[in-house]
């Protein structure tokens, strides 16, 4: 049975960090490109980040370019969204997912207020 467990959202300050996990079960974690991806309230889905098996090759939007660093680690099947200088924009619920988008986290929520 596949699973993708979200963790390490809350509350964070403009300017401040957060650093979220997924957890990975179920399938060979290290065969697959994961992404990160975001809702804000109100809004659509946000592509984020992706990564591909080996770690190596990495992207991100515009919006995050800078800020934020996809990392992952395939001995703990563990996916990592580190997240800097964050700004209010920043929130939304976050969702890390497969590349090919065919598995999905529950995701965890992202506040960045003051």
């Known amino acids: 049975q596949v699973q993708l467990v979200e963790s390490g959202g809350g509350l964070a300050q403009p300017g401040g960090s957060l650093r979220l996990s997924c957890a990975a079960s179920g399938f060979t974690f290290s065969d697959y490109v994961m992404i990160w991806a975001r809702q804000a309230p109100g809004k659509g889905l946000e592509w984020v980040s992706n990564i591909y098996s080996a770690g190596s090759t990495t992207y991100y939007a515009d919006s995050v370019k800078g800020r934020f660093t996809i990392f992952r680690d395939n001995v703990k099947n563990t996916l990592y969204l580190q997240m800097n200088t964050l700004k209010p924009e920043d929130t939304a619920l976050y969702y890390c997912?497969?590349?090919?988008?065919?598995?999905w986290g529950q995701g965890t929520q992202v506040t960045v207020s003051s």
């Open positions: 997912a497969t590349g090919k988008l065919d598995y």
